[in-house]
């Protein structure tokens, strides 16, 4: 049983930053991969980045390369999502993701490669 927590969404302008948090439950959360997912308003949940759970290895969309980092502090049980340089196109409801570890190396990049989600946290982007 793993809860996920998000916080960190919100308003800004673009060409702004704004930082996501994913706090989870569960003494082996080191042990968890962990993805980040959006929603925009009207369109299909889409893949953001995702990190192992030794932070070894990370992913990105093509959309958000450059622009996005995924840091983790397992010492904390959180996953973050930098954000910067914003887009407009970046507005969507985010979706922390967690997944035990085997399957995820094949599968990051889909819902179904993930155990765990959080609630969802808003972020928008204005001009």
């Known amino acids: 049983q793993v809860q996920l927590i998000e916080s960190g969404g919100g308003l800004v302008q673009a060409g702004g930053s704004l930082r996501l948090s994913c706090a989870a439950s569960?003494?082996?959360?080191?042990?968890?991969?962990m993805g980040w997912f959006r929603q925009a308003q009207g369109k299909e949940r889409e893949f953001v980045a995702a990190?192992?759970?030794?932070?070894?290895?990370?992913y990105f969309a093509d959309s958000v390369k450059g622009r996005f980092t995924i840091p983790r502090d397992n010492a904390k049980n959180t996953v973050y999502l930098q954000m910067n340089s914003l887009k407009f196109e970046d507005t969507a409801v985010y979706y922390c993701?967690?997944?035990?570890?085997?399957?995820?190396?094949?599968?990051?990049?889909?819902?179904?490669?993930?155990?765990?989600w959080g609630q969802g946290t808003q972020v928008t982007v204005s001009s």
């Open positions: 993701a967690a997944a035990r570890d085997g399957r995820w190396y094949s599968a990051y990049r889909y819902d179904g490669g993930y155990d765990y």
């Open positions: 569960g003494r082996t959360f080191s042990n968890y991969n």
């Open positions: 990190i192992s759970w030794s932070g070894a290895h990370t």
